[in-house]
């Protein structure tokens, strides 16, 4: 029996999206991919309904740039090979954007008055600027749900009140192979249970639905 992978939730890397494989490979895999899954522990982050009641829906994480603040400051975290921060330089034209990665590229877009390149833990780094700093925050870090609540805890702090916290790959992605799944999804809806100030106000709906959901305080 031969099974075809028709999302790429579940993927190894040495498959193709839309490969076969072989049904003792899917059994592996199975085992492999839900073995840590706590089912009845993610039944029960629910995002509550009052959280989601000014939130809009977007077809990139592009177009929700188009809705952050323009001319503030804001930072990136997981830079990775400078993609959306020149976007984030051409749409929003912050004042100051701030570059956090573990090692950052030396070709990135580099405006010395308004670009600031640091490399380092995203959270160690963050957790150095005065609270109410920022206007809003990128998070595209390594996506596990420990580091993104690390981020989280620190970044609700060093957004203004009215600042805007994104992260990217809102998404319930099983990396079969390393064991290092995407926290995202149990991170945020835990960060809005624990944290009935804040709500949901952007959601991105890509076609390969590694989507951005951004968060802020209750106005």
């Not at 490969?19 to 522990?41: A, C, I, M, P, T």
């Not at 994480?61 to 975290?77: F, M, Q, S, Y």
């Not at 420990?146 to 702090?157: A, D, S």
């Amino acid at each position: 029996m031969r099974i075809k992978i028709v999302s790429p939730i579940f993927q190894r890397p040495e498959r193709e999206f839309g490969e076969f494989v072989s049904q003792d490979e899917l059994v592996e895999f199975d085992d492999d991919g839900f073995r840590n899954f706590n089912w009845k522990e993610v039944n029960g982050l629910f995002i509550n309904d009052e959280q989601l009641e000014n939130c809009k829906v977007f077809s990139s994480r592009e177009k929700i740039l188009e809705v952050l603040p323009k001319n503030g400051v804001c930072a990136e975290l997981g830079v990775a090979n400078g993609d959306l921060s020149y976007q984030i330089l051409d749409i929003n034209k912050p004042k100051k954007l701030i570059l956090v990665d573990i090692v950052i590229q030396k070709d990135l877009p580099i405006e010395p008055d308004v670009v600031e390149s640091i490399e380092g833990d995203s959270a160690e780094v963050m957790n150095q600027f005065e609270d109410n700093y920022f206007d809003w925050i990128f998070i595209d870090t390594e996506h596990t749900e420990e580091q993104t609540n690390k981020e989280l805890q620190v970044c609700k702090n060093k957004i203004k009140h009215d600042g805007y916290i994104a992260l990217h790959d809102y998404i319930r992605y099983i990396r079969v192979d390393d064991k290092n799944n995407y926290g995202v999804v149990d991170s945020v809806n835990r960060f809005l249970k624990e944290h009935q100030d804040f709500e949901v106000v952007c959601l991105s709906l890509e076609p390969h639905m590694f989507n951005t959901i951004v968060l802020r305080r209750k106005q």
